[in-house]
């Protein structure tokens, strides 16, 4: 068991410019969660997947975030434009019935945007 | 929104001495209760959780207790070790989504 794989560890992008964080969930977990950890707020959930269909998306930010899962072995987290505010670590955690009790995380990508 | 406030940001003690980290919570649909540990340049790790149906669960070293009429938990980490230090988040959920506190850095001193 690999836990969960998150890719690239590190990323550094320019403003501006398009950035895609890589989730692979544990093998048979049905949950996907993404967070941003940053020093000012912590972690903020950003959105939630069940079965591959998106359930709730209340913690992405409304322009540049989005979150996709084509299927049951990873998601995406892809931003668009980015801003130096979006510098932050991104965490994906798998759960295997979607509760809120067997998150596993992985390791985070960490996005410097310059 | 829900929010979990997380108490102490920093907290020193001694190897051998007792720790304990305090967090409050707002919502009262608030069920379940988990523990995370981050060390320098990884993920969270699940170390401890309790569920709003108990108000103590011990665990080898770790205590966790919850008072839910104060909306109140904490963790008690026993005879700490160097390995201990760490951030620490304290963490409150209703059906799947968990809400963190913003971290206690812990650091174990020899």
């Known amino acids: 068991n690999a836990g969960v794989i998150q890719t690239p560890r590190h990323k550094v992008t320019g403003k501006g410019q398009e950035a895609t964080l890589w989730c692979e969930p544990i093998?048979?977990?049905?949950?996907v969660f993404w967070y941003r950890q940053t020093i000012v707020q912590g972690l903020e959930f950003l959105t939630y997947?069940?079965?591959?269909?998106?359930?709730?998306d209340s913690g992405m930010p409304k322009e540049r975030f989005s979150a996709q899962m084509p299927n049951q072995s990873h998601s995406t987290l892809k931003i668009q434009s980015t801003q130096p505010q979006d510098s932050a670590v991104y965490l994906c955690?798998?759960?295997?019935?979607?509760?809120?009790?067997?998150?596993?995380f992985g390791s985070g990508t960490r996005l410097l945007v310059i | 929104g829900e929010k979990v406030e997380q108490h102490e940001s920093t907290l020193s003690v001694r190897e051998g001495d007792s720790a304990v980290i305090n967090c409050t919570y707002t919502?009262?649909?608030?069920?379940?209760f988990p523990w995370y540990k981050q060390e320098a340049g990884k993920g969270l790790h699940f170390v401890i959780d309790i569920r709003s149906n108990v108000d103590r669960k011990q665990s080898q070293r770790l205590i966790v207790l919850l008072d839910k009429k104060a909306k109140r938990f904490s963790l008690h980490i026993t005879a700490t070790q160097p390995e201990d230090s760490a951030i620490y988040f304290c963490?409150?959920?209703?059906?799947?989504?968990?809400?963190f506190g913003k971290g206690t850095h812990l650091h174990v001193l020899p």
């Open positions: 919502d009262t649909a608030s069920s379940y």
């Open positions: 997947f069940r079965n591959q269909a998106p359930i709730d």
């Open positions: 963490a409150a959920s209703g059906a799947y989504k968990v809400i």
């Open positions: 955690a798998s759960s295997l019935h979607g509760g809120n009790s067997d998150y596993t």
């Open positions: 093998s048979g977990h049905s949950a």
